[in-house]
């Protein structure tokens, strides 16, 4: 299996809201990432995850929390959001930190109303 | 900011033409890589080329890597409809592990 899967593939919420992204991977990989993308943009970084470690935040605002429950499982837990964080956040994993090749999955577009 | 610059922001061929896009980045590496993403979708690795090589192949892709230029390029052979998506390099960080900086990225379109 070398797929990474994203819930939900689309999601629409309120400033006000409080929402999750899910991301899952089963091919033993100790890194997972979190990325957002603007339209017509490459992506960027949010957080890296090394063996179910925060190992980098590239200063996301606190309104974006990551989480990682488990070496297959990563979440990222929305909160209070501005329209300008509509995007599509893209989560991916590898083999371990030092490993260069990633896997992405297929996203999941965020429109913050 | 470490991102690459890539050239030309978008490309449109007749298919069956070869499709070169070009890669500048700032900072020294040990590898630099290529994903392609397909409109709206998630990327894909296509090839991971290292700094002490000079070209690399993968089906009908070539890679080539000047790393006193700074500079790469892919180019894609006896293009397809299904080439159609955006090409990304990507240089890791050095001593930043696996912290990939994405280049700006071609749109490559490839019309029957």
């Known amino acids: 299996d070398t797929e990474v899967t994203q819930t939900p593939k689309h999601l629409v919420m309120g400033m006000t809201n409080k929402k999750s992204l899910k991301c899952e991977q089963h091919m033993g990989h100790r890194a997972m990432y979190w990325y957002k993308q603007k339209a017509k943009k490459p992506p960027e970084l949010m957080f890296v995850?090394?063996?179910?470690?925060?190992?980098i935040n590239e200063s996301v605002p606190s309104r974006f929390s990551p989480e990682c429950p488990n070496s297959s499982l990563l979440n990222l837990h929305l909160h209070a959001l501005q329209p300008e964080d509509s995007a599509l956040y893209l989560c991916a994993s590898s083999q371990g930190p030092s490993s260069y090749e990633q896997y992405f999955g297929p996203g999941t577009r965020l429109t913050v109303t | 900011s470490q991102q690459g610059e890539e050239d030309p922001q978008a490309l449109s061929i007749q298919e069956g033409e070869n499709a070169t896009m070009n890669c500048s980045y700032k900072?020294?590496?040990?590898?630099l890589q290529w994903y392609r993403q397909n409109s709206g979708r998630g990327l894909v690795h296509l090839i991971l080329i290292r700094s002490n090589e000079r070209e690399k192949h993968s089906g009908r892709l070539r890679v080539t890597l000047d790393t006193s230029k700074k500079s790469s390029s892919l180019l894609i052979t006896a293009s397809r409809a299904a080439d159609t998506a955006s090409y990304f390099c990507a240089t890791p960080l050095t001593g930043g592990g696996n912290k990939l900086t994405f280049g700006t990225g071609t749109q490559l379109k490839v019309e029957l």
């Open positions: 900072t020294s590496i040990n590898n």
């Open positions: 995850y090394s063996y179910e470690k925060l190992s």
